[in-house]
């Protein structure tokens, strides 16, 4: 099974110190909600975000948004050889559904994100598909390894070990029985939280040049798809349908 960590995913609702601020307060009007019920975006929001702490790394819901249509819409998904957790910036993680379908469109999903972090579940009654959880980082990696040594736990970071697709492939188990959990920055600059490095065995460089995050998640998810077999047998299948 391979498990991916989209890790300080830049997804937050507006913090308290720009609540009070009338460009904030402004566009919360336009949406019809509070300041502190939208999401911060840096495209709305990014004159105002000069006075947050660490800026640079914050307010980037379209990252999280195109790294999770990368990864749910994937035939590795579909197969049910796919989850997907969001760890956020305060630490808490939340548990996506494997088969959720997102909205293709960027607004409803900010829509769908203020939801799940005002309410801490979308929906906020009955079966959830997208939900806040009170687990930290390193107990969801723990539970996600299962208490196996032969688990992998891969970190993809600009400062990583350079390594080829191929060289990828060869850290990843040969079957889905075994846990592979990969941690991918879902911030757009800065480095990782400095606990977190920690957290992963190997730390990778899929390239010469920083990539985006759901670039890296499609990398991912092929390299793994063609590891454990589960792209081969979907065209064996498909052409056995055929015949």
Do not use: F
């Given at each position: 099974m391979l498990h991916i960590v989209l890790l300080e995913c830049a997804l937050e609702l507006v913090p308290a110190e720009l609540t009070g601020l009338k460009e904030i307060q402004r566009f919360a009007t336009l949406?019809?909600?509070r300041p502190q019920e939208i999401v911060l975006d840096q495209t709305h929001h990014g004159r105002s975000m000069t006075r947050l702490q660490d800026a640079e790394r914050r307010g980037r819901p379209d990252i999280v948004f195109l790294s999770l249509v990368s990864l749910l819409e994937s035939p590795l998904c579909k197969q049910g050889l796919l989850t997907v957790h969001m760890h956020l910036r305060d630490g808490r993680i939340v548990e996506v559904a494997p088969d959720v379908r997102l909205p293709r469109n960027y607004d409803r999903f900010v829509g769908l994100a203020e939801q799940l972090l005002v309410m801490g579940?979308?929906?906020p009654e009955g079966r959830s598909l997208l939900r806040v959880t009170n687990e930290g980082l390193p107990q969801l990696i723990?539970?996600?390894?299962k208490g196996s040594e032969e688990s992998a736990t891969?970190?993809?970071v600009?400062?990583?070990?350079?390594?080829?697709?191929d060289a990828l492939s060869s850290l990843l188990p040969e079957g889905?029985?075994?846990?592979a959990i990969i941690g991918i920055g879902a911030f757009?600059?800065?480095e990782f939280e400095k606990s977190i490095p920690g957290l992963f065995r190997e730390h990778v460089c899929?390239?010469?040049?920083?990539m985006m995050a759901w670039h890296v998640c499609a990398e991912v998810l092929w390299t793994y798809s063609w590891r454990v077999g589960a792209s081969q047998k979907r065209l064996s299948e498909s052409s056995i349908a055929d015949d």
């Open positions: 949406r019809g909600k579940s979308v929906p723990s539970r996600l390894s891969v970190l993809a600009e400062d990583g070990k350079k390594t080829t697709i889905p029985n075994t846990p757009p600059h800065g899929l390239d010469s040049e920083v």
